[in-house]
């Protein structure tokens, strides 16, 4: 019933910007975290950021700095700016939404299809 939507993936040099964006549908069943994780070729899913409703963030090591995470709750969307990309970037990034209560999630973890993010050097 839910859906997450990705968006803004493509090819951009070393040193470049993009900025990712994931709508929820509006039926969105009370979730209240987003986030945004990535897959490399050959390597496990990992966490890049993360935001709650309230605005609390979380940022994996490697991106602090360089990526940013923030939301539009009118809109129901989850945006990942990303600067100073470097080749090692390059993956294919998930977007994920769950509803949580108390820090517990309530029910399932709901996952966009991905959108591939390419850095050139």
């Known amino acids: 019933q839910v859906q997450l939507v990705e968006s803004g993936g493509g090819l951009v040099q070393a040193g470049g910007s993009l900025r990712l964006s994931c709508a929820a549908s509006?039926?969105?069943?009370?979730?209240?975290?987003m986030g945004w994780y990535r897959q490399a070729p050959g390597k496990q899913r990992e966490l890049v950021a993360d935001i709650t409703s309230g605005g609390s963030t979380n940022y994996a090591e490697s991106v602090k700095g360089r990526f940013t995470i923030s939301r539009d709750n009118a809109k129901n969307t989850v945006y990942l700016q990303m600067n100073s990309l470097k080749p090692e970037d390059t993956a294919v990034y998930y977007c994920n939404g769950r509803r949580v209560v108390d820090g517990i999630r309530i029910g399932m973890n709901y996952w966009g299809k991905g959108t591939l993010v390419t850095v050139s050097s």
């Open positions: 509006r039926d969105n069943l009370g979730i209240n975290a």
